[in-house]
Antibody, heavy 121, light 107 residues
Framework: QVRLQESGPGLVKPSETLSLTCTVS????????WSWVRQPPEKGLEWIGY???????NYNPSLKSRVTISLDTSKNQFSLKLSSVTAADTAIYYC???????????????WGQGTMVTVSS | AIQMTQSPSSLSASVGDRVTITCRAS??????LGWYQQKPGKAPKLLIY???TLQSGVPSRFSGSGSGTDFTLTISSLQPEDFATYYC?????????FGQGTKVEIK
């Protein structure tokens, strides 16, 4: 069964770098655009960016200067680094996979359970 | 970035009710829209992609329609397990953008 699992520190100090890893089980790394999505407490969803099997990336312009998403196919993992964090980066961070489901459409059909990251000194 | 505006932001309904949620894009997105359901403490779940295609395993009481800028998610007969927050997501262009969500509560 396809499974995504986020891992990383739950507490990060302001101005430091948030680092999370998503481990992929039972899914082809080449079939998905691997994304990070976040959700501040009691708020909506925000797409952060993706990395594709080829290594290509695309980031949300609102975060682009601070974000790096990378892929390690040998470990079936992809990672998020968000630098210079502030309290506004406190959120649940989800890893998710988006793929072409049918000829006419794409969707995020696999998600991790999410991991809460708090930015505080 | 394309802005997605959902309405209403919340609604109260009873089991068996027909529920409609709308999503409007700030520019045309063809039919490149998905609907996601999120329950408290859980990750979002894909319900519909390409505006109207039901994801495998999703009950047929869920349906989607629309193209261009105006889209609708309909639940034909609300069930207890459908009380959740629903989000639309445009995947026509980057950055991908979600609507602000519609919380469906029990009346």
């Amino acid at each position: 069964q396809v499974r995504l699992q986020e891992s990383g520190p739950g507490l990060v100090k302001p101005s430091e770098t948030l680092s999370l890893t998503c481990t992929v089980s039972a899914a082809s790394m080449s079939s998905y655009y691997w994304s990070w999505v976040r959700q501040p407490p009691e708020k909506g969803l925000e797409w952060i960016g993706y990395v594709y099997y080829s290594g290509s990336t695309n980031y949300n312009p609102s975060l682009k200067s601070r974000v790096t998403i990378s892929l390690d196919t040998s470990k079936n993992q992809f990672s998020l680094k968000l630098s210079s964090v502030t309290a506004a980066d406190t959120a649940i961070y989800y890893c998710a996979g988006r793929r072409r489901i049918a000829a006419n459409g794409d969707g995020f059909d696999i998600w991790g359970q999410g991991t809460m990251v708090t930015v505080s000194s | 970035a394309i802005q997605m505006t959902q309405s209403p932001s919340s609604l109260s309904a009873s089991v068996g009710d027909r529920v409609t949620i709308t999503c409007r894009a700030s520019q045309g997105i063809r039919y490149d829209l998905g609907w996601y359901q999120q329950k408290p403490g859980k990750a979002p779940k894909l319900l519909i992609y390409a505006a109207s295609t039901l994801q495998s395993g999703v009950p047929s009481r869920f349906s989607g329609s629309g193209s261009g800028t105006d889209f609708t998610l309909t639940i034909s007969s609300l069930q207890p397990e459908d009380f959740a927050t629903y989000y639309c997501l445009q995947d026509y262009s980057y950055p991908l953008t979600f609507g602000q969500g519609t919380k469906v509560e029990i009346k």
